[in-house]
Every structure is written in structure tokens, then in C-alpha cells.
């Protein structure tokens, strides 16, 4: 039963596999409504991973993910994304021979959830796709693409997005960009999960952290002690 204090992403003892070798040995994680939350580490750590097995996307899995209340261990990825749940993965996965809009129109919105942001509202927080719109996948920018894999997500009416990378090897202004992106997005009561490396770019978007390190959660804490925390995260990251 879902209320609105029940945490939009609760995560406990997650175990997952990729066939025989084992990735996460017993993640807890809670993510409340509305909040930005970061999950940092080397690479290798189990990140990704985390993100993959939230969307069912991993071998077999062990524990429990709850998304805003429901059970969804045992689901497979198409149930999954029914409650609301966005996944952006590095890749992007945008289609090359359709255009900007095409690629964007081509989810179908989700049952069940609050109808997604219409095309006006898109392309009101970004302008750059508007002007894109009749231009093929393959000639977008790389920015610009990672723009349309997230805006693509919002059409549907997910309300949970799991962010992997959206910074990596774009220019400045582009993760400027993607940065008042997610603090729009943070306004209008989205729930943001991202794995990001881009320390820069997350510290100054996210509520809370936590740190993975060989497929498990080995520190958690609040934006408010970054500060404090710096020498730990620079021995953990190198940051």
C-alpha cells in the first residue's frame, strides 16, 4: 500500500548475479519522493549493476526492492517500468534512423501513472530538442541525445528515474545543461537516482550519497556533511 511517506525506492540485502559471478552482496538503499539521490564509487563497483537489477535487467536476484511501497523482486522489467519507473542507461539507445521527435514520441505512456510531460512542456525545458526536432538520432550531439533519452522517459510518466552517467565525455556547457535539468525536474517533485563519476556534477544536485565499493554500500550521508566527509570520499574515489 503506497503513501505519501512511503519511500519511492527501498532497497534491502540486494543480491545480484551476471550468470556466475556475483556483483551485489546485500545493497540497502532508501530513496525518499522528491529527492536527488547519488550513488558514487571506482568503477567496478556495482553501480550500474544496482541500477540494472532495480529494472530486472541482471541474472538472478536476491532481497527486496520495493518501488513506492510494491514488491517487485520477482517482476520482470516490462512490470517493473509500470510503477513509474524511468531507466536512462549509458548507452542511451537512441534510434538512429528516426528523428529527434519521432524517437521521442515512441514510448507509450505508462498505465497507471500520472499522464507524462507533453511535448510543450519537453520542449520547454529543452529548447535544444525543439530545434532538433526534424533532425535524424545520429545528428544529434552527444549531449543532445542524452537530452532526448532522459526527455523520452518523461513522456512516459515515470516519476522514479535512474540516471547512469548522463555527464560522461560532454562538454561543460551541455553538463550545465543537464544540471538545471535535474534541478527543474527535483522542483516539479521527481525522484532522481544517479550513477555518476563526475563528482563536480553531482555534489552540488544531490541530497544524499551513498558510496559502493565492491558490490556494497560502505558509506551514506547527507549533503549537509559533505564537507566533513571529503577525506573518506577522497581515499574511497580519489575525488
Known amino acids: 500500500m503506497s503513501t505519501n511517506n512511503t519511500p519511492a525506492l527501498e532497497i ?3 543480491q545480484a548475479w551476471y550468470g556466475e559471478s556475483h556483483i551485489l552482496h546485500g545493497v540497502d538503499l532508501t530513496v525518499n519522493r522528491g529527492e536527488v539521490v547519488t550513488l558514487l564509487g571506482r568503477n567496478g563497483a556495482g553501480r550500474t549493476t544496482t541500477l540494472r537489477a532495480i529494472m530486472g535487467l541482471t541474472g538472478a536476484r536476491k532481497g527486496s526492492i520495493k518501488v513506492n ?3 517487485t523482486i520477482g517482476l520482470p522489467t516490462h512490470k517493473i517500468a509500470h510503477y513509474g519507473i524511468g531507466y536512462c542507461p549509458e548507452e542511451r539507445a537512441i534510434f538512429s534512423s528516426l528523428s529527434c521527435e519521432e524517437n521521442l514520441l515512441l514510448p507509450p505512456q505508462l498505465k497507471g501513472t500520472d499522464s507524462g510531460m507533453s511535448e510543450a512542456e519537453i520542449y520547454d525545458m529543452f ?14 550531439s552527444g549531449g543532445e541525445q542524452q537530452m532526448l533519452a532522459v526527455a523520452r522517459i518523461l513522456r512516459t510518466g515515470a516519476n522514479l528515474l535512474l540516471l547512469d ?5 560532454l562538454a561543460p556547457v551541455i ?22 563519476q563526475n563528482f563536480r556534477f553531482a555534489a552540488p544536485l544531490a541530497d544524499r550519497f551513498y558510496v559502493m565499493e565492491h558490490g556494497s554500500i560502505v558509506e551514506r550521508f547527507d549533503a549537509s556533511e559533505l564537507q566533513a566527509k571529503m577525506p573518506v570520499l577522497h581515499e574511497l574515489l580519489g575525488v
Not at 529548447?127 to 544529434?140: H, V
Not at 552517467?165 to 565525455?169: A, F, L, N, R
Request: glycine fraction near 10%; proline fraction near 2%; avoid cysteine.
Open 175 to 196: 553538463v550545465q545543461a543537464l544540471a538545471r535539468m535535474i534541478r527543474m525536474l527535483k522542483q516539479k517533485g521527481y525522484t532522481v537516482v544517479m550513477v555518476e
Open 69 to 71: 511501497g510494491h514488491e
Open 127 to 140: 529548447p535544444n530538442l525543439k530545434e532538433r526536432r526534424q533532425s535524424q538520432g545520429t545528428r544529434l
Open 12 to 14: 534491502k540485502g540486494l
Open 165 to 169: 552517467e548522463i555527464s560522461e565525455g
